[in-house]
């Protein structure tokens, strides 16, 4: 796991492939670090495996009075 920027959580993996539960643990650290999006990079499959998550939590906490 890293951190970029300040604001960007990169989450890598190196399994067959992304499942949930990785899905799951990457949208977690953004709800606890209130970052902006993730990038989660799994390296184990045959080519790069990559995805883009928003943090669409961050807006939700923003607005609670």
Do not use: C, W
């Amino acid at each position: 796991d890293m951190i970029a920027f300040a604001e960007l959580l990169v989450e890598t993996k190196a399994v067959n492939d992304i499942d949930n539960g990785h899905r799951a643990q990457a949208i977690s650290y953004l709800k606890a670090t209130m970052f902006d999006r993730a990038l989660l990079l799994n390296f184990g499959s045959p080519s790069l495996q990559y995805e883009y998550l928003p943090n669409r939590f961050k807006a939700e906490v923003s607005k609670s009075p």
